[in-house]
T-cell receptor, first 114, second 111 residues
């Protein structure tokens, strides 16, 4: 068990809808990351937060947004969903988000857009 | 463009049959090379970080090595429980922890 909790484990929704994925980092970790994993593209970095503030953005679509709350949990919001958004979404955490810190990943949320 | 390429895509071994997985990366700005293991339905689990050419790290039946252009994950006398997808990632020179992952090698070890 990595100590990172993601809910829900599975999400099935329709095109055009909006969903929220939730992540609780390991106790003591201040930095949270979101990654998307699809069969054809592997793990893609979406966004990173540190202690409530956005630190870095990767290949995140404008339809997607995230935030980290004062209690350090994070939410990833996906809107106007398309079929191509179907993927595994992982949250990871690390102590301070510094270079070369090991990341601890949650078990992911499997999103299916029908 | 920062890229990480892993080979082979899939590998089937008999228990006890040693082999190596390859990870090649674009050279500029490497700050760290990571290996993760991912089991079906789970998130990646950290194995190793390598920082400079010539560095080696070991954990049980796994040994990771790094050259200037590639990294190898050597698996010695594997067991069925070593079956998983092994992911390689590089840390890019951005000042924060952004990892660029390869698509992984799916390893199946048969008894």
């Amino acid at each position: 068990d990595s100590g990172v909790t993601q809910t829900p484990k599975h999400l099935i929704t329709a095109t055009g809808q909006r969903v929220t994925l939730r992540c609780s980092p390991r106790s003591g970790d201040l930095s949270v990351y979101w990654y998307q994993q699809s069969l054809d593209q592997g793990l893609q970095f979406l966004i990173q937060y540190y202690n409530g503030e956005e630190r870095a953005k990767g290949n995140i679509l404008e339809r997607f947004s995230a935030q980290q709350f004062p209690d350090l949990h994070s939410e990833l919001n996906l809107s106007s969903l398309e079929l191509g958004d179907s993927a595994l979404y992982f949250c990871a955490s690390s102590a301070s988000g510094g270079m070369n810190e090991k990341l601890f990943f949650g078990s992911g949320t499997q999103l299916s857009v029908l | 463009e920062d890229q990480v390429t892993q080979s082979p895509e899939a590998l089937r071994l008999q228990e006890g049959e040693s082999s190596s997985l390859n990870c090649s990366y674009t050279v500029s700005g490497l700050r760290g090379l990571f290996w993760y293991r991912q089991d079906p339905g789970k998130g990646p689990e950290f194995l190793f970080t390598l920082y400079s050419a010539g560095e080696e790290k070991e954990k049980e039946r796994l040994k990771a090595t790094l050259t200037k252009k590639e990294s190898f994950l050597h698996i010695t006398a594997p067991k069925p429980e070593d079956s998983a997808t092994y992911l390689c990632a590089r840390s890019v020179n951005t000042g924060f922890q952004k990892l660029v992952f390869g698509t992984g090698t799916r390893l199946l070890v048969s008894p």
